[in-house]
C-alpha cells in the first residue's frame, strides 16, 4: 500500500507569547518570555508563585457566555486555537471539502482541571445540603471534550478523539492524525494540544513533586534550561492546533502548504513514574523510531526543538540521547528549548514545539534559548553542541525534529520538512 502524503495546512495559537500563531511566533523568534506573577488565583502561599499565563484572552470572540458556561478553560483555548487554524486553512468553506472525512483529534495532558477543582470545593462547602454538583461538571472536566466541541461547532464527522500522554500527549495527537491521513482513513485532521492548569491544584501539586522553578524574584528567567543553575520548569497554558491534510487533496484545492509531516516516532522509558531515564534510551528510541519512520538519515535534520523542560535530570538525559543517535551530525545541528520563552505546557507543549518547527523549516530560522548565563554551566552537558543560546539563528533548515517526553515514560517524536513539489 502507498502511503499518502500529509502536509500543514493551517496553524492556530492561544499561548502565553501571544494569541494567535504570528504573534506567537515573532515573540518565540524575538526572545520574549511569557513568565509573570500567576493572576488566576492568589499564590501567596505556594513555594511557586508565577506562570506562564495566556494575557487578556477574549473568550467573547470565539463563542457566546452560554457557550462559554459549558466550556472548562483548557476547551476555550483549544476551541479558539482550533477557530485560527481552521480559517487559515480555509477548509472549512470550501465547497468541495467532504466532512464526513475530516476529523478532530486535540490532546490534554490533564483536561479540565479548574473545573474538577471548582466541583470538589463546591462539595467540600455543601456537604451537609448532600451531594450536589453542577451537570456540566463532567462534560466540562473530561480530556477529551475539547475534540468534541470542535466537530461539533464546525460539522466534522471523522476521527474524532482525545489523546493522553502526560507532557507527550499533543505529539502523539498530531502523530495519530498523520497515520489516520497517511492511511486513507481521513482527508483531513484537525489537531493540536490544550491545556488550563495554572490553578492551585496543578501548581500545589507540582510543587509537592519538587517539580516547579521557585525562583519568584525572577520569573522571567526562571526557565533555563540546559543551565547549571536550573531548578524545574515553569508550568504553562495555552493551544496550538494545526491542520494537517492529504497532499493531494490540499493541491486540488489550492491551499496554502506550510511544510510536510515526515514520520513520527514514539516508546516508552519503562523505568520511574515521573524521571526520564538517566541515559536517554526511551527518547534515543523514539527519535530514531521517527527518523526510521520518515525514511530520513539523522544526518537530513538540521533542527532539533527539544523537550527541554530546564529540569536537572531531563535535560542531562536528551542530550545524551540527541548525541547517541545523531553522532558527529550532532554538533552541526541547531538546538533550541523553546521552553524557555513559553513555559511547559504540558499536554499541548508539543503542539506549540511543532509549530516552531514548522515555521522553523518554512522561514529558515531558529528559535533561541533564552535565559542562558555563559558562566552558568552543567559540567554534565556538552556545549559544544549548539544550543541557539540568546538569540534566534538563520540557517537553511531541510527538516525539523521535535521531542516530547511525559510521565510515565512515554516519548513521541514527531518529525517536518520542506515541502517539495
Known amino acids: 500500500m502507498e502511503l499518502k502524503r500529509v502536509v500543514v495546512t493551517g496553524l492556530g495559537a492561544v499561548t502565553p507569547i501571544g494569541n494567535d500563531a504570528p504573534t506567537t511566533w515573532k515573540n518565540a523568534i524575538n526572545g520574549v518570555s511569557g513568565a509573570g506573577p500567576i493572576t488566576h488565583f492568589d499564590a501567596?502561599?505556594?513555594?511557586?508563585?508565577?506562570?506562564?499565563?495566556?494575557?487578556?484572552?477574549?473568550?467573547?470572540?470565539?463563542?457566546?457566555r452560554k457557550k462559554g458556561r459549558t466550556l472548562d478553560l483548557y476547551a476555550q483555548y483549544a476551541m479558539a486555537a482550533a477557530n485560527e487554524?481552521?480559517?487559515?486553512?480555509?477548509?472549512?468553506?470550501?465547497?468541495?471539502?467532504?466532512?464526513?472525512?475530516?476529523?478532530?483529534?486535540?490532546?490534554?495532558?490533564?483536561?479540565?482541571?479548574?473545573?474538577?477543582?471548582?466541583?470538589?470545593?463546591?462539595?467540600?462547602?455543601?456537604?451537609d445540603r448532600g451531594p450536589r454538583y453542577n451537570p456540566f461538571f463532567i462534560p466540562k472536566m473530561i480530556a477529551d471534550i475539547a475534540s468534541g466541541h470542535v466537530s461539533m461547532e464546525y460539522g466534522f464527522h471523522g476521527p474524532n478523539f482525545g489523546t493522553v500522554s502526560a507532557c507527550a500527549s499533543s505529539n502523539n495527537a498530531i502523530i495519530d492524525a498523520f497515520n489516520l491521513i497517511r492511511l486513507g482513513k481521513a482527508d483531513a485532521i484537525v489537531t493540536g494540544g490544550a491545556e488550563a492548569a495554572v490553578f492551585p491544584a496543578g501548581v500545589g501539586g507540582f510543587n509537592a513533586m519538587?517539580?516547579?522553578?521557585t525562583r519568584n524574584d525572577s520569573p522571567e528567567t526562571a526557565s533555563r534550561p540546559f543551565s547549571a543553575s536550573r531548578d524545574g520548569f515553569v508550568i504553562g497554558e495555552g493551544s496550538v492546533v494545526l491542520v494537517l491534510e492529504e497532499l493531494e487533496h490540499a493541491l486540488a484545492r489550492g491551499a496554502k502548504i506550510y511544510?510536510?509531516?515526515?514520520?513520527?516516532?514514539?516508546?516508552?522509558?519503562?523505568?520511574?513514574?515521573?524521571?526520564?531515564?538517566?541515559?536517554?534510551l526511551g527518547a534515543i528510541l523514539s527519535m530514531r523510531n521517527a527518523i526510521e519512520d520518515a525514511g530520513m538519515k539523522p544526518e537530513d535534520i538540521d533542527y532539533i526543538n527539544a523537550h527541554g523542560t530546564s529540569t536537572p535530570v531531563?535535560?542531562?538525559?536528551?542530550?545524551?540521547?540527541?548525541?547517541?543517535?545523531?553522532?558527529?551530525?550532532?554538533?552541526?545541528?541547531n538546538i533550541s528549548s523553546t521552553k524557555s520563552m513559553t513555559g511547559h505546557l504540558l499536554g499541548a507543549t508539543g503542539a506549540l514545539e511543532a509549530l516552531f518547527s514548522v515555521k522553523?523549516?518554512?522561514?529558515d530560522i531558529v528559535p533561541p534559548t533564552i535565559n542562558h548565563d555563559p558562566n552558568d554551566l552543567d559540567e554534565e552537558i556538552d556545549y559544544k553542541l549548539n544550543?541557539?543560546?540568546?538569540?534566534?539563528?538563520?540557517?537553511?533548515?531541510r527538516a525539523a525534529l521535535s521531542n516530547s517526553f511525559g510521565f510515565g515514560g512515554h516519548n513521541a517524536t514527531v518529525i517536518v520538512k520542506k515541502y517539495e513539489k
Not at 501567596?44 to 457566546?64: I, L
Not at 538525559?317 to 551530525?329: L, N, P, Q
Not at 544550543?387 to 533548515?397: G, L, M
Open 44 to 64: 501567596s502561599q505556594f513555594k511557586t508563585q508565577f506562570a506562564c499565563e495566556v494575557k487578556n484572552f477574549e473568550p467573547d470572540k470565539y463563542f457566546d
Open 85 to 127: 487554524a481552521i480559517l487559515d486553512s480555509g477548509i472549512e468553506n470550501d465547497p468541495n471539502v467532504n466532512k464526513d472525512r475530516i476529523g478532530v483529534i486535540i490532546a490534554a495532558g490533564i483536561g479540565g482541571l479548574h473545573t474538577f477543582e471548582e466541583e470538589a470545593g463546591n462539595y467540600a462547602v455543601n456537604q
Open 210 to 213: 519538587h517539580a516547579l522553578s
Open 259 to 280: 511544510a510536510e509531516v515526515a514520520g513520527g516516532g514514539m516508546s516508552a522509558d519503562a523505568y520511574h513514574i515521573t524521571a526520564t531515564h538517566p541515559e536517554g
Open 314 to 333: 531531563g535535560d542531562r538525559s536528551e542530550v545524551k540521547a540527541v548525541k547517541e543517535v545523531f553522532g558527529d551530525h550532532a554538533y552541526d545541528l
Open 360 to 363: 522553523a523549516v518554512q522561514e
Open 387 to 397: 544550543f541557539t543560546f540568546d538569540k534566534a539563528q538563520h540557517r537553511p533548515v
